[in-house]
């Protein structure tokens, strides 16, 4: 899929064009849900120009997304913008927006669906910019969720499988987009750093409250957004249950995001050396990354080798929104992922044991109004051993995923040490110390077959011997000080190496 402003750069009529029209360069939202329609608020409110414009998905209204209660709260007259974003007169009669008016009057097209929708929603904007012969209209896309492919049974994300389409994110709340005083962050990410940098500039002018920056990193920031609600739903538990327990949330909320992070940089030095950046026309500096390059090494057999790029991780509205949906807000709802990390709280608290599986889980969230449509974590998360498997993702980086789906998935008598793990403040924090080890340190390694390597003396001196490949201890020793004496951390530890195994 070419998907770019410019067919060819050495065009400088279209070049001087775009630029010189940039300023009146209309944005496009197919798929009206919560998010576009409290996007377009927000520009209503701060904006005089309407460079938005709103097709909903048919049969679907165009504020149909905000409750009763949110639109008696609103402003008419913004209302009244909002509203003319999604309709325009046509021989007298008022018409509702569809993708192909979007496609015809706009540079740039934001397909808005989230995962039910998405894969249909970017084959057939494909084919109709093609057959509108707008194929210099650049697509985009939001959906902070994997797809699966029905055939393989495989998870993917949607940029890597389109490795030249447009990816918008930042953190949002949907009620603080209306709250005229505050002010937000977001990428505008794609591989051709040109396109980026216009396109953000373009997405910049929407409305003087939303901050955009370019960025080129599509599929890692997609990845991230992906990854993160399934981290919502822990975070969302570990700040209801642990409320009166602040000092431990730091850590928790540390690691999540470290752990998403890890994951990224672990997918980004595999994914960009099959879909490089097509053109860097500029430094990565010049769009305000710190670095042009971040590469993390381990050493393997003696030798250095790359292990992860981190790149990416200089994009700040990219973090922000991983930070802020693990975030309790000072006012109004936090993000439903969240939100269902608080029913899976109020489970624990009610139900003294870990849930019997996903669908009773469900069935709570159902009970506070949280249907699963909209959990994107929570698909995301019955999905995670594909996921797990399918990016190669190491147990060090996503133990705290691992732990939370095995809430959900592992046996009775092992859900009893995962529940003591998450009901307790120092097993924990314990394990978020731990867990993050790979399983080839020192001490975790026989941590995890219950000993102590501070306990045995002779045991570490002769591990730091030189040549001593083999540790030869007394068995009677080692089933003495078995497992059965490790605490609930190394054994969930345990528990979780014996389900999950790259």
Known sequence: MNNSFFSQLNNEESFYSLLEDIESCKVGFFSVGLY?????YNCAMHSE????LLAPRPGRDLLGAFSKDVLSNMENKIIEKVEGMGNYFFEGKSKTNTLEDLLLKCKIVILASNSNHIQNDIRYAIELRKSLNRENVVLACLVGSFCFDDEDEKPYILCDQYPDLAFFTGFHRHGALRNPKDSFTANFCHPDS???LIGARILNQLSPNIQVSPGVHNIECQYIKSIKNISSIFAGFATNFHAEKPGMLPT????LLTQCLDQAATVSLKVRKENKFQSVNFS???LGYGEDIIIAKENLGNKYVESADYTFSQLNAVKADVLGSMSLPIEGNPTRNFQAGQVLSDMLLRLKRCPNDVGEFISWCEKFSLGQGGLEGLKSLIYW?????EFNIKNNNCSMINLIYLCFNAKTEEKKVIYEVLINSDAITNFCQESVKPNLCLELNYKLQG?????NKKLFYEKLKPNSNKINFDKKLYEKLSSKKNPNYIKAINIINKYFTN
Do not use: C, G, M, W
């Open 451 to 455: 000993i102590d390597i501070f306990d």
């Open 49 to 52: 120009s309407n460079n938005i």
């Open 284 to 286: 990565l500096k010049e």
């Open 194 to 196: 040109l396109t980026a």
């Open 385 to 389: 051993p594909k996921i797990y498997r």
């Open 252 to 255: 928790i909320n540390t690691v």
């Open 36 to 40: 576009p329609a409290s996007l377009a």
